[in-house]
């Protein structure tokens, strides 16, 4: 059980044009997702909190405009990259928690974006 | 603010041993500690989760947290290969997050 899958697994966008990433729960209601951003050789660093039905709570340093995320059941939630640039080349991992089991969060597999 | 400190590593260890891979954390209110498994290029793999003082066992995995010292270690017995990875020890944030360190690489010898 607790599967989250993420889509698309890796993208390659050029420079200014918008990337959506999809986040789901498979087989748990996730009332909580949660972003992550990982550039390569360092941790997972925290981009904003995702509750079903309301406004992400982003991050110190995370542009809300730039990255639109959107929770709109209780088992999607979606990244938006806006006008991405090379600098917005990342591993981007969703993770869920099932509202049930409050200690335990499940991670998506990531996508890679890369934008040329 | 919240920080989980690890060593980068590499930690070695010949297969068969124990590893132990240690973490520190700054939130003496923290209550809950969570280690994951990375490969590379993979997402985080939860191992397992503590949060009350002394030890919790899964399988190969042990797991000891001590408060006082703010001291959280993952004990790894009958190290094989496959567990060669980067283990990230993270805390709970107040929203429910993960506040990760920046992770110990592990390798063990065959």
């Known amino acids: 059980g607790a599967v989250v899958s993420q889509h698309p697994s890796w993208v390659i966008c050029k420079s200014g044009t918008s990337v959506k990433i999809e986040c789901r729960s498979l087989d748990f209601q996730a009332t909580t997702m949660f972003w992550y951003r990982q550039f390569p050789k360092q941790s997972l660093m925290l981009m904003a909190t995702s509750n079903e039905g309301s406004k992400a709570t982003y991050e110190q340093g995370v542009e809300k405009d730039k990255f639109l995320i959107n929770h709109a059941s209780l088992t999607l939630s979606t990244l938006t990259v806006t006008s991405a640039h090379p600098e917005d080349s990342s591993f981007y991992i969703c993770s869920a928690r099932d509202g049930a089991r409050i200690y335990e969060q499940y991670f998506g597999p990531g996508t890679r974006l890369t934008v040329t | 603010q919240k920080e989980v400190e690890q060593n980068s590593g590499p930690l070695s260890v010949p297969e068969g041993a124990i590893a132990s891979l240690n973490c520190t954390y700054s939130?003496?209110?923290?209550?809950?500690f969570f280690w994951y498994r990375q490969y590379s290029g993979k997402s985080p793999e939860l191992i397992m989760f503590?949060?009350?003082?002394g030890d919790k066992e899964d399988g190969r995995f042990t797991a000891q947290l001590n408060k006082a010292s703010q001291y959280v270690s993952l004990l790894i017995r009958d190290s094989q290969p496959s567990d060669s990875a980067t283990y990230l020890c993270?805390?709970?944030?107040?929203?429910?997050?993960?506040?990760f360190g920046k992770g110990t690489k592990l390798s063990v010898k065959p």
């Open positions: 993270a805390e709970g944030g107040s929203q429910g997050n993960l506040i």
């Open positions: 939130d003496r209110g923290s209550q809950s």
């Open positions: 503590i949060y009350s003082n």
